[in-house]
């Protein structure tokens, strides 16, 4: 008999949990021997003023109206790269909690997703309670589990529509940003299912009011302002809108996905008392990949999420600590003999996940 859909489940095998406990003692060497915080300091704080600037600078010139329909929708494609960068590089620290070692600090910076249309407690409990512990395992990571016309999971029903998603995935990555406008709210639902079976809280009544509030005020901020200041007709103004989200998403999507989707990234399923056979230590490095190389102008901007195997084991360490730690990550598994999953670029990274969407598409996995 199978546990119910959302039940709660158990990590278990306690000798290859002395895996983290070594890990952890590494990691904390290195950190007490270089006089080194957890968190970003002033490297993070640089680049949030950078990314933020990204996203909004170019939206104050657009409202402007000195710039012809053509500049206005590159200006839009800009909004999209800082819209991105804001997401991966200020706000993942922020709620994760290893921007800055002070907590308003990071609730204050955590807000910025706010101006990209999302909302921190949905965030908080869809990425860091039910993604962060339970990656990969079908009906819980909504990662993976339920999208539209994507089987991205082995759970999830194949349909004929399938064999092609390889190829069209990524027109539906580019439309992420978009559904926080709805998706927020389904989430209520969902939760609410979830705790049940005590997997999650049920949804705070008080967050619906900030659900409410920062929504509409994203519509006004990003969709009625410009209609009101500027001389554009609504097809104008929707042609920025989608040009700014789409450049967002996708970019968004493709990023998250080379993480979990890869080749070699399994996908284990519970078992009929709603165990996993693993330390969640494990567990972690099973259904994760790196995709890091030599790029680290894109590791930069990317907020450190090449290195997604630290990311996922230490995910209250700043990102800006990723590319050292990662050699002591490595090693430390290689001589419990646990595979490293790291697909060395962007580009090899990217090959496999298109692997996987057929793969997944076609049945074969």
């Not at 609410?192 to 920062?214: H, Q, R, Y």
């Not at 209609?227 to 104008?236: A, C, K, M, S």
């Amino acid at each position: 008999m199978k546990p119910a859909k959302y039940a709660k489940v158990k990590f278990l095998n306690r000798d290859k949990s002395l895996f983290f406990s070594a890990l952890r003692e590494n990691i904390d060497a290195y950190f007490d021997n270089n006089h080194l915080e957890k968190t970003g300091g002033s490297k993070l704080l640089i680049k949030a003023i950078f990314m933020l600037s990204l996203y909004l600078i170019p939206f104050g010139l657009i409202l402007t109206g000195n710039f012809s329909n053509s500049q206005m929708l590159l200006l839009s494609v800009v909004m999209g790269l800082g819209v991105a960068g804001v997401g991966m590089s200020v706000m993942h620290d922020a709620i994760h909690g290893s921007f800055s070692s002070s907590c308003n600090v990071n609730r204050f910076f955590g807000a910025s997703i706010y101006l990209l249309g999302g909302n921190v407690y949905n965030w908080d409990v869809q990425h860091n309670k039910l993604h962060h512990t339970y990656t990969n395992i079908h009906d819980i990571d909504e990662d993976i589990t339920g999208k539209f016309m994507l089987r991205l999971s082995s759970g999830d029903k194949l349909k004929s529509a399938h064999r092609f998603q390889h190829i069209y995935a990524f027109f539906l990555y580019s439309l992420m940003t978009i559904s926080f406008l709805w998706k927020d709210f389904k989430e209520i639902s969902l939760y609410n299912k979830m705790a049940e079976s005590g997997l999650v809280k049920p949804f705070p009544k008080k967050e619906l009011v900030t659900l409410i509030i920062s929504k509409i005020g994203y519509i006004l901020f990003i969709c009625v302002l410009p209609l009101l200041v500027l001389d554009i007709t609504f097809g104008q103004w929707f042609a920025g809108f989608m040009a700014m989200h789409c450049t967002a998403g996708i970019i968004l999507s493709t990023v998250f996905q080379l993480a979990h989707v890869v080749e070699g990234a399994s996908q284990p399923s519970v078992d009929e008392k709603g165990n996993i056979e693993n330390a969640w230590a494990i567990h972690q490095l099973n259904t994760t990949a790196n995709f890091a190389g030599s790029n680290k102008v894109l590791s930069w901007y990317i907020g450190g999420l090449d290195y997604q195997i630290e990311h996922h084991l230490f995910p209250n360490i700043s990102h800006v600590h990723y590319p050292a730690i990662s050699s002591i990550v490595k090693n430390t598994a290689e001589d419990f003999g646990i595979i490293y999953n790291n697909k060395t670029s962007f580009l090899k990274g990217l090959n496999s996940h298109i692997k996987m969407l057929h793969n997944l598409g076609h049945g074969v996995v």
